[in-house]
């Protein structure tokens, strides 16, 4: 019984499920429901357990050849240094098991953050719920761009169809109908079911929930649509490769040095051995991978409290270096309250007064008297058609004021309607709807057929005004069409930055009680135009003017009339002067596109295909475009782009999961901080590495240095493990943390093929290893010369370089930015934490009788530490020495 819902009537469902479809459940009997089938929701797939992640922490060619290091030193019968070796492995697999969990809860909670809704009718209205609430015998409603939210035996479709690829594995959408099917109907031949997850691609319709959860078909085969966000992107996998090359040239160096060390300068075999995997363990960045997936991970983080949720990791990246945004205009660059402001009708032109959704305000003549509605039948004529060809509903609520359930635009004509008196119930009443075509963006108009209770039918229509004009053989009462008026007329509303909608009406035949698109022929009377505002967001004048700052170009892409299009451009600060509109666009070809693409920053009357052309066009001439979008054909040109946002708010299920990036709260000035926040991320991964590189470059090349010169090693190998330990990834991490450089956003933006190792980046990472080098055998031969021991000798090397690192670490802070000033110090409280950390490790290093032990170190004299003081500020000195050089060369990042 439980499966065949589909092989039952609509009726009989509905029976057994005890639920009324015009009402839907009450909120007792959900509570019920909920309690008894549990909350819709998959099962979670089994997680990796703990431990099989810390193990997989040693599947690393370093770690295997620290292990087989260790191993050897243990048959050589040096417990210690295999000690040493066995726990620094240890410590290392740790530190990356902790880091990579803490990165997957970051990605975690960010994906939770976008739980899918769904919209049911209860206790007689509709509502707005998170999907997982839904319970067996809710009424759903669909419409495109939905993800089907639980399974549905379909009650009521118009032109449904949806894509169950998820399920069946069949790419094209499928049509869907109420009609019951055979007992055992394959799972893509149950036309009168909806299953959970697959998406509604085109029309409209509503079904009643037969299962949820677990207990869904997508349940059954126990796979999580929504897409898994692994840890890996472009950037880490190229970074893994690199550290795999080095890996692999650093074993090659051992081997060199193994051969010169024995052959060339004779040392004894088992000194020879741990100083070759010292060197190899100082020189391999092992942190490099997990630092930068932490950087990413604390990237992502921000953005989602700053309202730009990630939804593919890769997109961080990406977003650092967009050189072009484009963006839809209504409700991301607006505010999306729209507000009827002019109403022109065939005879005269009347002003609108009053603001929101409130029905407070009056309609007035051009010379600012008062015109009462009643007074004026063309105006409410208009109005009844406006008001009817509608599906929007405005209430008011105590604690809101008037709310808007549905379209603002179409809001905007109820509050219209309102001012005059009608009342949409009412109105509703009188004319019920017989049937409709939906508004939708390539068609521009909608159309609703209306009868009233003395046997009259009538259609009624709204929309784009060349698409209604067109429509249209006369004007209300009686005259003949004024096309030039009325174009002159729209272009004047245009101009003053007003959406324009033009309203019609025809007879219907009282016989037919359905109306299809090829019904919409020339035979309406046109009523009139209606004027609305809606003002840009200002903050959105200021992210564009960031915008520009920051090298990048703002182009917008709107539906609306190039006239009104131009004017909202020109408000928000674009190069407005030219509009290109998607006829024109699709008149151009590729090359001519390209062209236009590039000079041009407002497109009007454009549809989500001229979209894809436009980012094919952006992309040809080398740019990293993102593209906004909200509508279900709009997931294409989200996938194109190189950053796909979709929008939380208004957006559909389809474009949030073609899409990179989602805004929460639909606005454009967050893309331009999401912007940002991708350039901060990418910046502090090169900081990173720009401490990482030369540290353990510099740590190598000392044990390098000393094998080749035949000098005592100045640190052992046992102690070149400890200061990579304590050092590799504390200190390269604490510049995750590095807030945005000043200036971040007046820069152009990077180049997308710039490799993330520039050539100033190479010159400085050399230029560090060198001082460190030098720094280590100075201090080194300086104590052997004053008669030290050879262990205190060494344990000031090590501090050396540990101190080295430290004050480098507040070089890497800003990229040329001098660093004489407070804010170096307390600018990140992260990297001084850090620091006062590795100071006391240091100590403990020198001081602590057991680590003594261990590393073979020394209590150190005063003038030692005074030593090591100087030559931790000399590396500094001569680092900010180097960023003033390239200041004065002009160059601001490297
Ligand atoms: P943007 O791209 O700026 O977000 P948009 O693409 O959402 O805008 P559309 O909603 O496609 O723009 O509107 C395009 C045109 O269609 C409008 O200029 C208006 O004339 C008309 N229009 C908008 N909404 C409706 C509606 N609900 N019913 C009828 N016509 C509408």
Redesign the pocket.
């Known amino acids: 019984m439980k499966n065949s819902w589909h092989a039952l009537e609509g009726p009989e469902v509905l029976r057994r499920l005890g639920v009324d479809p015009a009402d839907g459940l009450d909120a007792g009997e959900v509570a019920r429901r909920l309690a008894q089938h549990g909350p819709n929701r998959l099962p979670e797939p089994p997680r990796r357990p703990a431990w099989q992640r810390f193990a997989l922490q040693f599947h690393n060619p370093l770690i295997y050849v620290l292990l087989a290091a260790g191993l050897a030193t243990l048959l050589l019968g040096s417990l210690v240094d295999a000690g040493v070796i066995l726990g620094v492995v240890l410590i290392n697999a740790l530190i990356g098991h902790i880091q990579e969990g803490k990165a997957e809860q970051a990605l975690a909670a960010v994906r939770s953050m976008l739980a899918a809704r769904a919209t049911v009718q209860r206790g007689g209205e509709r509502h707005q719920i998170d999907a997982g609430e839904l319970v067996p015998g809710d009424i759903v409603w669909l419409e495109p761009g939905d993800r089907v939210p639980a399974d549905l035996r379909l009650l009521q479709g118009r032109n449904l169809r949806t894509v169950e690829s998820a399920l069946t594995g069949e790419s094209a959408a499928v049509d869907k109908d109420t009609g019951a099917a055979a007992e055992g109907a394959p799972l893509g031949d149950r036309h009168g079911m909806a299953f959970s997850g697959t998406l509604v691609a085109y029309g409209s319709g509503s079904g009643v929930v037969v299962a949820t959860g677990g207990a869904t078909e997508i349940g059954h085969i126990g796979q999580l649509v929504s897409g898994v966000q692994t840890l890996a992107t472009p950037l880490t996998r190229r970074l893994d490769r690199f550290a795999r090359q080095i890996t692999a040239f650093i074993l090659g160096v051992s081997v060199l040095t193994m051969a010169w060390g024995h052959f060339v300068a004779g040392m004894a075999l088992f000194d020879l051995f741990l100083a070759v995997v010292g060197l190899a363990v100082a020189a391999i960045p092992e942190g490099m991978p997990a630092v930068v997936t932490i950087v990413l991970a604390i990237g992502t983080r921000v953005m989602a409290r700053k309202k730009a949720v990630v939804r593919r990791l890769p997109a961080v990246e990406s977003l650092g270096s967009v050189t072009v945004i484009c963006s839809?205009?209504?409700?991301?660059l607006t505010r999306n309250e729209m507000t009827a402001v002019r109403v022109v009708l065939p005879g005269r032109e009347l002003r609108v007064t009053g603001t929101g959704y409130a029905p407070e305000g009056g309609f007035h003549l051009a010379d600012g008297s008062v015109l009462h509605p009643g007074h004026e039948p063309a105006l409410m004529t208009l109005l009844h058609c406006a008001l009817l060809c509608n599906d929007a509903r405005i209430h008011r609520e105590d604690d809101k004021g008037w709310v808007l359930t549905g379209?603002p635009?179409?809001g905007a004509l109820t509050t219209l309607a309102h001012k005059a008196d009608l009342d949409a119930a009412t109105a509703a009443q009188a004319f019920p709807r017989l049937d409709a075509i939906p508004?939708e963006?390539e068609r521009?108009?909608?159309v609703t057929l209306h009868h009233d209770h003395a046997g009259h039918h009538e259609l009624l229509l709204?929309?784009?005004?060349e698409r209604v004009l067109a429509l249209c053989t006369g004007e209300a009462g009686g005259r003949p069409l004024d096309c030039a008026r009325w174009t002159a007329a729209v272009e004047r509303a245009g101009g003053a930055g007003e959406?324009?909608?033009a309203l019609a009406r025809c007879d219907w035949p009282t016989g037919r009680t359905e109306v299809d698109l090829a019904d919409l022929t020339p035979r309406f009377e046109m009523l009139g135009l209606v004027g609305i505002i809606d003002p840009p967001r200002e903050e959105a004048v200021a992210a564009v003017a960031e915008c520009r700052e920051a090298g990048i170009r703002v182009k917008m892409?709107?539906?609306?009339?190039a006239v009104t299009a131009a004017a909202i451009g020109r408000q928000l600060g674009l190069q407005a002067d030219r509009a290109l509109t998607g006829d024109a666009v699709a008149a151009l070809d590729d090359a001519a596109l390209r062209r236009a693409a590039q000079d041009t920053d407002v497109f009007a009357r454009a549809s989500p295909e001229h979209k894809l052309r436009l980012i094919a066009a952006l992309q040809a001439e080398g740019h990293q475009v993102a593209m906004t979008g909200d509508g279900v054909n709009d997931a294409p040109a989200l996938k194109a782009a190189d950053v796909g946002v979709a929008m939380g708010g208004k957006g559909t299920d389809a474009a949030r999961e073609a899409s990179d990036l989602v805004l929460t709260d639909d606005n454009f000035a967050t893309i331009a901080r999401a912007v940002r926040e991708g350039r901060v991320v990418y910046d502090n991964i090169k900081k990173s590495l720009m401490h990482m590189l030369p540290t353990n470059g510099g740590e190598a090349g000392v044990i390098l240095l000393a094998i080749f010169a035949g000098l005592p090693l100045p640190v052992t190998a046992g102690q070149i493990l400890w200061v990579n330990t304590v050092t590799s990834v504390t200190l390269a991490l604490s510049l995750a943390f590095e807030p945005a450089e000043p200036g971040v956003m007046r820069h152009p933006p990077r180049p997308p093929q710039e490799s993330i190792i520039t050539r100033a980046l190479g010159g400085r990472i050399l230029f560090v290893i060198g001082l460190m080098i030098a720094a280590t055998f100075w201090v080194f031969h300086w104590e052997l010369a004053r008669g030290t021991a050879l262990e205190t000798a060494r344990t000031a090397a090590v501090n050396t370089i540990v101190m080295c690192e430290l004050f480098y670490l507040f070089n890497v802070r800003h990229f040329t930015r001098h660093a004489w000033r407070a804010e170096t110090l307390t600018g990140n409280p992260v990297a001084l934490g850090v620091a006062a950390l590795l100071v006391g490790l240091q100590l403990l290093f020198t001081y602590a009788p057991p680590l003594q032990r261990l590393f073979h170190t020394t209590p150190l004299h005063a003038s030692s530490w005074a030593m090591i003081l100087a030559m931790g500020a000399g590396v500094f000195v001569l680092v900010e020495a180097e960023k003033a050089l390239l200041r004065r060369r002009g160059v601001r990042r490297i």
Request: net charge negative; glycine share 12%; no cysteine.
């Open positions: 839809d205009k209504t409700g991301t379209d635009t179409e508004f963006s521009q108009i909608m709204k929309g784009a005004p959406r324009v909608l892409i709107t539906g609306d009339h």
